[in-house]
Structures are given as C-alpha cells and as structure tokens.
C-alpha cells in the first residue's frame, strides 16, 4: 500500500498561491514597494524548482516499486500520464488559440498537444506560455524508466545526484553560453526550460524518496529542527542570493518538514487539500484568468496600488480554482460519454 503524505497538499497549495502573487506582480504596473515587493514576492518564481522535486518524490511514490517489481508496463505507465494531462491541457490551449488566433500559434499548439515540447531546443512557447515547467516535468516522465534504473539503489542515486548538480553548472557555466546558443535575450532562452538543469531537482526528490522512512521519523522526532533548518535556508536564500545551492536547499528542507506533517495544521488542512489537488489546473490556467481580467480592464480596477494588487490576486486565485473545477467537470462528463458509447457499441457487436 502507498503511504500518503498528507502535507504534501498542502506544499504544493502554497507554492501555486506564491507562483500567482508573483506572475500578478511581474505582469503588472503596481505602485508597491519594500522588501515583500521588492524581494520576497518575486522569489516565488523558484518556486516551480519545489514543484519538479515534489515531482521527483510523488512519481517515485506511484511508481518506482511497480517498475521495480515489473508490475507495469511502459505502455500503461505513458497511457496514465497522457491521460492526466492531456484533456485538460489540450482544452485550454484550444481556448488560448480561440482567443488568440495566428499561424505561430497553430505550431505550437501542436508541439503542446504532443506534449513534447520540452525535447526543442528552445521551446519559447507563447501559447500557455506557463506550460514550460509542464513541458520540463513530462520529459522527466518520459525518462522516468530511466530514472528508477539510477535509483536503483542508494549508491548509485548518489552518483546520479552528483552527475545531475555537475550537468546543472556546466549548463549555466558554459553550454548555455554564446559558443552554443545564439543570443540569449533575442531567442529568449531560459536555462530553466532544459531537462539537464533541472535534473538535479527531480533526482533530489527520488533521492529523498529513497530515504524517506528515516526522512519521516526525523521530520516527526526533531519536528523544531526541521522548521529551524527550513528557516535557516529561507535566511541563507535572501542573504547569500538566488543559486542552485539555495534553492535545492530550500526546496528539499520543505519537503523533508512536508513529510512529518499528518496532524491538522498549516500544511494539513481542508482548504490547503483542495488547492493542492488542483495545483496542476490552477497553474496552467491562472495567467488566462489573469489575461481575461486585463481585457475586461479590471487590473486596476481600484487604482494601481496595494488594493488594485491584492484584488487582482484574489481575482486570479478565485477565477482559476472555478475554471478548474468547472473544466474538470466538464471533461469528466465527455470522458464519461465517451465510455458509454463505447460500452454500448460493445455490447451490440455481441449480441
């Protein structure tokens, strides 16, 4: 049986809401300022680098043991993931074209329906722009066979560990360079878009997987050291600056608390349950949301200071939640259809 991590909801509740307050900020013209608006909202913006190691951990969870012990095919495993992804996924990046009609467009709706964008060089996809972290996380479902071949033990998940860190630097440090790609700021290309830099967070998240009995009773026994060691690295984050070292510091001491979290509270709770079972839709959706609410010019609404920020984000955070649950239902009830007038088909070829 598959243990559940009841906070794990809760993380990734968090991490969407932070992920929203910072594209609002980014995308608007907001008179605010100081260190919550100047540093800390804008941080957020790492936080999709938690959400490739929640990845890491969470597949490792649904699937490592059942590859291991050959209890599923490749074929059923890749059939699983489309099937989560793709109905939704191709549902709005139809809308995002309706709205915005153009030939570039229909290119890259197609390269989003494959869903192997992540495998271009540069994706630099405007269509559902933020599908860039989706596109990175499905080639590491692509690869995930692979990937429990290096977890196969703690030894070689190590090696990986380390191969992944020494990719992530080499990348930044000379293959994302002017000799091997043609200049950055005119082809707009984020070293964040590439499977190799960011392997390092997918790896730590299976490597914590593989310790993560010894990981749960430490985070449950020393509870108080796991907060200060969350706190320390938040502290290092803002003082040292925005690195690799910082953010996989901060993003695995978060999981490592997340995993001790099972009695009611902050991550352990309704409201955070349910934003973070739809994580997933409400990042793909919110900057249509926030798209829709500049057309009907109600960004600033209030002005262009704190109020005009925080409605936008309340705006943003309640329209995505009821688009999400409206689209799923809506998806539900056609999948529904579907399977019903496959079964009757069935079952009138038989009789």
């Known amino acids: 049986m598959i243990k559940r991590y009841e906070g794990i909801d809760g993380l990734k509740a968090y991490a969407i809401l932070g992920i929203i307050l910072m594209h609002v900020l980014a995308n608007g013209r907001y008179a605010v300022e100081g ?23 969470g597949m490792c969870c649904g699937y490592y043991q059942k590859f291991k012990n050959k209890t599923i095919g490749i074929g059923e495993f890749y059939t699983r993931r489309y099937m989560k992804i793709w109905p939704y996924f191709a549902f709005l990046c139809t809308l995002d074209f309706v709205i915005s009609p153009s030939k570039e467009a229909i290119y890259e709706v197609f390269a989003n329906l494959t869903l192997c964008q992540g495998l271009l060089p540069n994706m630099n996809i405007s269509v ?21 071949f290096l977890l ?14 020494i990719y992530n630097f080499v990348c930044s440090s000379y293959f994302f360079d002017a000799h091997h790609i043609a200049d950055q700021a005119v082809v707009n290309f984020s070293a964040r878009t590439n499977i190799l830099y960011c392997a390092v967070y997918f790896m730590s998240g299976g490597l914590i997987y593989l310790y993560r009995k010894e990981l749960f009773e430490f985070a449950i026994k020393y509870k108080f050291i796991a907060i200060l060691v969350l706190l320390g690295t938040i502290v290092a984050y803002f003082v ?10 901060f993003c695995a001491a978060a999981l490592i608390y997340t995993l001790g979290s ?25 900057m249509v949301i926030y798209r829709a609410l500049e057309k009907l010019h109600l960004v600033y609404l209030f002005g262009d200071g704190l109020l005009a920020y925080i409605f936008t984000v309340l705006a943003v955070i309640l329209g995505s939640v009821v688009f999400s649950i ?7 009830k056609i999948e529904a259809l579907i399977v019903n007038r496959r079964m009757k088909s069935c079952l009138k070829r038989k009789s």
């Open 35 to 57: 260190f919550v608006f100047e540093q800390l909202i804008p941080s957020f913006t790492n936080f999709v680098f938690l959400f490739m190691m929640v990845s890491g951990f």
């Open 128 to 148: 559902i722009g933020v599908s860039w972290t989706l596109a990175v996380i499905f080639v590491f479902y692509l690869l995930f066979p692979f990937i429990c």
């Open 152 to 165: 196969k033990n703690r030894k070689t998940a190590w090696l990986a560990l380390v191969c992944s860190a």
């Open 240 to 249: 040292i600056g925005a690195s690799t070292t910082t953010i996989l510091a």
């Open 262 to 286: 099972k009695s009611r509270g902050v991550l352990v709770n309704p409201v955070a349950k349910f934003l973070g079972g739809v994580s997933f839709e409400i990042y793909l959706c919110h």
């Open 326 to 332: 409206c689209s799923k239902w809506f998806l539900n």
